[in-house]
């Protein structure tokens, strides 16, 4: 899981009724972060930080949410969690946290009213721990993918969780599943696809569908080589969704690193696309239907 990386935790608020739910990655100390935006219609707050030019040069948590932009608000619980336990950016007298989130729009399935807010996401931080469940919780309860040939043909799915030893070096990820193309397996093979004939053509999709991912490793980079990482691990998602990167998607990759070991960056990036790979698939399989 992403918690073989020491000093990582994980929770997750899960709302079965409105069918949405949040999930918090909290770091240690020390932890430098950035971020790739590869889709089309991302709902972000707080990666303008992670510019390699901007001044933060530390980051607390992470937060996958759903709720579309209306999930974005969660970020407040998150943050005044972390500031009751003096963590975040000391400006003067104020501790401000850093805490960047993404979002996958999940309202067109459960409440279309629900999503989650700061005292959910309060909750997640209280819950978080080593042990991640996956498939539809958290962030990925409310997710959905290959909506390429329309609503009636879509399938469930969810989160998932992976990482890799190499070494000294670990690398995990969670990845939250709500593609529009298909999830395949290392084959090819369909794992989540549309049961559609062949050459069946493309319905009218609008941009509601996204594949959020926060890799996390205890090398050694700085925020210009996170950057570098997370777009190498955004490979993982093209790896297992066919096609990925529409202008239908808001895709994001997260990467932070604890800087607890010394690594060569181009390695890190090669194992974070096949562990972003690897997380993905394992939500989707582990994703349980709704009503």
């Avoid at 970020?75 to 000391?90: A, D, I, K, P």
């Avoid at 040939?149 to 939250?176: E, Q």
Wanted: net charge negative.
């Amino acid at each position: 899981m992403i918690t073989a990386v020491p000093g990582v935790g994980v929770g997750h608020y899960t709302d079965r009724d409105g069918v949405t739910g949040c999930t918090v990655i909290l770091l240690p100390p020390g932890t430098r972060g950035s971020c790739a935006i590869v889709g089309s219609a991302p709902g972000t707050r707080e990666t303008d930080a992670l510019r390699s030019e901007s001044v933060v040069d530390e980051i607390h948590a992470i937060l996958l949410t759903g709720g579309s932009s209306f999930g974005l608000g969660a970020t407040n619980g998150v943050m005044s969690w972390l500031r009751e336990r003096n963590v975040g950016f000391s400006m003067r007298d104020v501790i401000v946290p850093i805490v960047p989130t993404a979002v996958i729009f999940d309202l067109g399935i459960g409440d279309g009213l629900a999503h989650p807010g700061a005292d959910d996401a309060r909750a997640a931080c209280d819950n978080a721990a080593t042990d991640v469940e996956e498939g539809s919780v958290g962030a990925g309860t409310g997710a959905t993918v290959a909506k390429w040939a329309g609503p009636d043909h879509r399938r469930k799915g969810g989160l998932g969780t992976a990482s890799v030893r190499t070494g000294d070096i670990v690398v995990g990820a969670i990845v939250v599943c709500n593609a529009v193309g298909d999830v395949v397996d290392e084959h090819g093979e369909p794992i989540a696809a549309a049961d559609v004939p062949p050459g069946t053509p493309w319905a009218s999709v609008t941009p509601t569908n996204t594949v959020l991912a926060a890799v996390v490793t205890n090398a050694n980079l700085d925020k210009r080589t996170c950057a570098h990482v997370a777009r190498m691990g955004a490979a993982g998602i093209a790896q297992a969704v066919r096609p990925a990167f529409t202008f239908f998607d808001g895709d994001v990759v997260f990467c932070a690193a604890t800087g607890q070991a010394a690594a060569e960056p181009i390695a890190v990036g090669a194992v974070a696309a096949d562990v972003v790979a690897e997380a993905l698939r394992r939500g989707v399989r582990a994703a349980q239907s709704v009503p």
